[in-house]
């Protein structure tokens, strides 16, 4: 069994996977448009780098594993043809991600942002505006790994949650669980919105004008999931009209956020530069994912941990 890795790990990292699978040859780190791949049946990646070209080159190629939650960037019909199995690292991202959530959360209930600006001016002013989340509600779209532990830290602070998901079936931490069509007739009760969907075919610009004006004036909008959930142009306008109340956004249609966008100037919008998952844990969590399935491979066991659909894109 051959497995190449696309990007860089650690020197005992290496070791201990050399160790532990002794009849397994690994490659570390070689760049996959210039290097030999034709003898690799297994690809660890980011995905980033996987295209119609490599996989016309990696002929023996039977495994992708993914060291990254989202695959929409990679040609998924090309490998669903190949018959290539392809497996993610879904719910790694679930604590950075959660902690920031609820980081931010907290900051602008707070007020740290203002009580920090007050600072800087050396200014004494205890009248600051500052609330509490026991008694609030969150509506969290996409209450899966992710979804359900924001959903598990917000119930600590005494916060409704409701999820939203394309099914509607029960999901962790959720006090309802409700169906994409149901979103409007939950909005207006919402105090926060939060977003952790992957960019599919059904949610690609799923939130339009209509759920913002169907939101509390005071509400706060956060997208941690995939820029695409909303057209730049339409939050903009809400958070213009004051049809929210603020936005924390950590992925954007276009990345990076180009300078001359509006959001950049709003005083009711934070931008955090997609940040949301970073953690210096994460090569170690990829490669629990990757080990474990590896096992189970080298076995002959092909349901894997976090199999992907590729016609699905999840």
Sequence with gaps: MNVLFTFKIKDEQMERLQDRFPETHFAFNKDIDTAPIDDFEVIVTYGGDINTAVLERATSLQWLMVASAGVEQMPLAEIAEKGIVISNVRGIHKTPMAESVLAHILSLGRALPVLAEQQQRKEWKAKVRQTELRGSTAVILGPGAIGSEIGRLLQAFGVRTIGCNRSGNPAEYMNETIQFGDLLNVLPKADFVI????????????????????????????????????????????????????????????????????????????????????????????????????????????????????????
């Design 195 to 314: 977003s952790v969907l992957p960019s599919t075919a059904e949610t690609k610009y799923l939130l339009t004008e209509v759920h913002f004006k169907a939101m509390k004036p005071t509400a706060t909008f956060m997208n941690f999931g995939r820029g695409d959930l909303v057209k730049e142009s339409h939050l903009i306008e809400a958070l213009k009209n004051g049809e929210i109340g603020h936005a924390v956004l950590d992925v954007f249609e276009r990345e990076p956020l180009p300078a001359e966008s509006d959001l950049w100037s709003l005083s009711n919008a934070t931008i955090s530069p997609h940040t949301s998952s970073h953690s210096g844990k994460y090569i170690e969590r990829a490669l629990e994912f990757f080990t474990e399935n590896l096992t189970k491979w080298l076995s002959g066991d092909r349901e894997l941990i976090n199999l992907i659909d590729p016609k699905r894109g999840y």
